[in-house]
């Protein structure tokens, strides 16, 4: 390895790392517990014309689409005599943003006066205003379900802090104290990137770094190029489905056609649904990362960085006026759903070139429950989480249980945290759902279950999830997942409801979410004694599950 070649690799895990300290920033600086508990943001740095570098291991749907925030802003604004002290900020989801609670903060980073990159970050805002406290499940359009940012170049100290850009924004969200306080901690993490960089550049030099940029960027395309390479060419289509439309009956079907020739993949999604009038349009930049994280999962090379260097080698082809590239206007407050059955589409395509490499399906959605309440005053509370499921078994391995999706990788947020500063709700129980896994060779993850009481009238349940009617599917013998529910035990009623619904809840009122687990891979009559005997001990099936599933049981 020649000296070049070793500064490089060094000044590349320098770059990886500010990113990481700045994600570290971001999550111990916020307010809100959806960003310091649950970690529902991401840090990136870009170069200087937009291309994302390094990111930091956070939310892949975040920054895998980060570069068409900047790109979609580069195309808006001015950016040529781009200063210390202005920062891009938007969260437009027809311009590259994700959906409108994301905040999207691009910085500068500038050495003696030229432009070396950009520090980036999103968070999820528990708030962003729009028609109701939560999730309003009728908005028709985008602007019902907040206030939308496009592309604005701003001067930090002039427009923030208590300027005309913060006191508009914050006039109109729910939650403003909680609302500043993680925008001034996306500040802070933008701030550590921006100071880091420059010292690097102090250290080895403006010129050196970029070279380094560059470098970074042409390593990843590299390595794309060789995991390609171990796919065999041809041609294979899979399929994914949303459970319904808000109100509607009909499955959401996205359909793929994955092609592998001369060391390139082409992904036409040509045939999937049409957009629709409700928040499960996933918007284009949702899309994408969703897509690029599915591949790059199930790919020989696990650990190719990510960065917009493998983009080069990927033609992504996402019909316009689809659930996946909606026309501007259109609602995408639960985006994710469709994208995770972009992915499952991706995933059902390419296990039938790579088999031994794509687990089966996990639960694979995003789960937002919100519970909201108007005080005395016009003080509104929001207890908001992210909650994912079980993963889906692979060659070799079970499952995980309770994590978020791969899309997601939010964290569990502990009860207490929750019940410390929610005083309108208590726990009652957080718990593995035995039983959720779905049967194989190698068996599903666990899905898992809260029960939350309410203690005080005046609250509103509103939430969205997905796989309530179509399970999680297995592979190559597999059985399926278990399925999500929500149910709210009302003294001696019992209420149940679909993947989204708007309840007024009562004080007293138990809500029960259940989310489902993964899917199993390989026929379950392959599974060794000995692994049923641990699940049996470990409480992860029951005797009857192995019973009925698992012909090897001795129960």
Request: aromatic share 6%; net charge negative.
């Amino acid at each position: 390895m020649s000296s070049d070649q070793i500064t490089f690799a060094i000044l590349t895990n320098a770059i990886r790392a500010i990113a990481d300290e700045m994600g570290a920033i971001l999550v111990r600086s916020a307010f809100s517990t959806i960003v310091r508990e649950a970690r529902d943001c991401s840090t990136a740095l870009l170069d200087a014309e937009g291309n994302v570098v390094v990111q930091a291991e956070m939310i892949p749907i975040h920054n895998g689409g980060l570069s068409q925030a900047f790109q979609a802003a580069a195309r808006q604004l001015d950016l040529s005599c781009i200063g210390e002290g202005q920062a891009i900020l938007l969260n437009d989801p027809y311009a590259g943003g994700q959906h409108l609670n994301d905040l999207i903060l691009f910085q500068p980073i500038l050495s003696d006066g030229e432009l070396l990159g950009w520090a980036g970050n999103t968070a999820h805002h528990l708030d962003i205003g729009g028609g109701g406290a939560g999730i309003n499940i009728d908005a028709g359009e985008l602007i019902s379900e907040g206030i939308v940012i496009p592309p604005l170049l701003i001067d930090v100290e002039r427009d923030l802090f208590d300027g005309p850009v913060d006191r508009m924004l914050f006039a109109n969200i729910r939650t403003a104290e909680l609302g500043r306080g993680d925008l001034y901690a996306q500040l802070a993490a933008n701030r550590i990137g921006m100071s880091r960089m420059r010292e690097l550049a102090v250290r080895y030099g403006a010129t050196l770094l970029r070279q380094a940029m560059r470098e970074t960027l042409s390593y990843s395309e590299r390595r794309m190029q060789a995991a390609l390479d171990t796919i065999p060419d041809g041609s294979w289509e899979g399929s994914g489905q949303v459970d319904s439309d808000v109100r509607g009956g009909e499955p959401l079907v996205v359909k793929v056609k994955v092609t592998v020739a001369s060391g390139r993949m082409t992904l036409d999604f040509a045939g999937t649904c049409p957009q629709v009038n409700s928040m499960f349009n996933s918007s284009r930049s949702s899309s994408l990362a969703a897509i690029v994280s599915a591949v790059r999962s199930v790919l020989a090379d696990k650990d190719i960085p990510a960065n917009d260097g493998l983009m080069n080698l990927l033609d992504i082809r996402l019909p316009q006026g689809s659930i996946l590239n909606p026309d501007p206007g259109k609602p995408v407050r639960a985006r994710i759903e469709a994208s995770y059955r972009a992915a499952d589409a991706v995933y059902a395509a390419l296990a039938q070139a790579i088999p031994e490499r794509v687990p089966s399906d996990g639960f694979n959605s995003t789960t937002g429950l919100y519970l909201t309440q108007t005080t005395t005053g016009g003080r509104v509370r929001i207890y908001g989480d992210v909650l994912g499921g079980g993963y889906g078994a692979g060659v070799n391995y079970d499952g995980a249980h309770a994590l978020a999706g791969i899309l997601s990788s939010s964290r569990n947020t502990p009860i207490e945290a929750i019940e410390q500063i929610h005083p309108h709700i208590r726990m009652r129980h957080y718990k593995l759902v035995q039983d959720s896994s779905g049967a194989g060779q190698w068996r599903g993850g666990l899905g898992f279950s809260r029960a939350i009481e309410v203690l005080e009238d005046g609250v509103t349940l509103s939430f969205y999830s997905d796989h309530f009617r179509f399970a999680p599917r297995g592979r190559n013998g597999g059985m399926e997942g278990g399925m999500g529910s929500l149910k709210v035990h009302r003294g001696n009623e019992l209420l149940e409801f679909p993947a989204t619904a708007v309840v007024p809840l009562k004080k007293g009122d138990v809500v029960e979410l259940s989310v489902g687990g993964g899917a199993g891979w390989g026929d379950p009559s392959a599974r060794r004694p000995e692994a049923i005997e641990d699940d049996l001990a470990d409480g992860i099936i029951s005797s009857e599950f192995a019973r009925r599933h698992y012909p090897n049981s001795t129960r």
